[in-house]
T-cell receptor, first 114, second 113 residues
Framework: GAVVSQHPSRVICKSGTSVKIECRSLDFQATTMFWYRQFPKKSLMLMATSNEGSKATYEQGVEKDKFLINHASLTLSTLTVTSAHPEDSSFYIC??????????FGEGSRLTVL | GENVEQHPSTLSVQEGDSAVIKCTYSDSASNYFPWYKQELGKRPQLIIDIRSNVGEKKDQRIAVTLNKTAKHFSLHITETQPEDSAVYFCAARHSGGYQKVTFGTGTKLQVIP
């Protein structure tokens, strides 16, 4: 199957700083990638749809200025958590799909904001 | 938007017994229904999927059924093993737009040896 790689897997930062998470499709081109957030023992909540060459589409309730998404190429999407606060601590996971529909996930990034 | 409900939230079965997890979806435009298994701290892994033009699909001990009319789909695991213990998520993918995938709330399955 297709491979999606996400980095970093773990990051700890101080409150007020920004953190960038990268999501790469290694062996296929992904015009669309999805960013999810997962709280402990909870489901995956779609944050935004990342579209190559255009602005991301955010889900209701997700702050665009807080969670900056850039999809600069067909193999890379980035999520930047700006001015992070402890409540932003979570597991962030990206995904991409082939035309057939199967969704492939990155390894996930566990963000801890002190 | 799409709403996917999943039941039960937790499920304990004895090793060798069957486990059934049920989901409902709201948007009739959804046409692809994957099931994922997620172990603690890991990424979700696709275990089986079904498309809207099929009513049932089986892969060894795992099967999925889909009732489009009722907007129900279910995961069946037979002859459960301890390594089946994990959280399982159903999902529904919309056929239009960016084909967003909406996940159910998850079922924590515990297989007791």
């Amino acid at each position: 199957g297709a491979v999606v790689s996400q980095h970093p897997s773990r990051v700890i930062c101080k409150s007020g700083t920004s953190v960038k998470i990268e999501c790469r499709s290694l062996d296929f081109q992904a015009t669309t990638m999805f960013w999810y957030r997962q709280f402990p023992k909870k489901s995956l909540m779609l944050m935004a749809t990342s579209n190559e060459g255009s602005k991301a589409t955010y889900e209701q309730g997700v702050e665009k200025d807080k969670f900056l998404i850039n999809h600069a190429s067909l193999t890379l999407s980035t999520l930047t958590v700006t001015s992070a606060h402890p409540e932003d601590s979570s597991f962030y996971i990206c995904s991409a799909s082939l035309a057939a529909g199967e969704l492939f996930f990155g390894e996930g990034s566990r963000l801890t904001v002190l | 938007g799409e709403n996917v409900e999943q039941h039960p939230s937790t499920l304990s079965v004895q090793e060798g017994d069957s486990a059934v997890i049920k989901c409902t979806y709201s948007d009739s435009a959804s046409n692809y229904f994957p099931w994922y298994k997620q172990e603690l701290g890991k990424r979700p892994q696709l275990i089986i999927d079904i498309r809207s033009n099929v009513g049932e699909k089986k892969d060894q001990r795992i099967a999925v059924t889909l009732n489009k009319t009722a907007k129900h789909f279910s995961l069946h695991i037979t002859e459960t093993q301890p390594e089946d213990s994990a959280v399982y998520f159903c999902a529904a993918r919309h056929s239009g737009g960016y084909q967003k995938v909406t996940f159910g709330t998850g079922t924590k399955l515990q297989v007791i040896p």
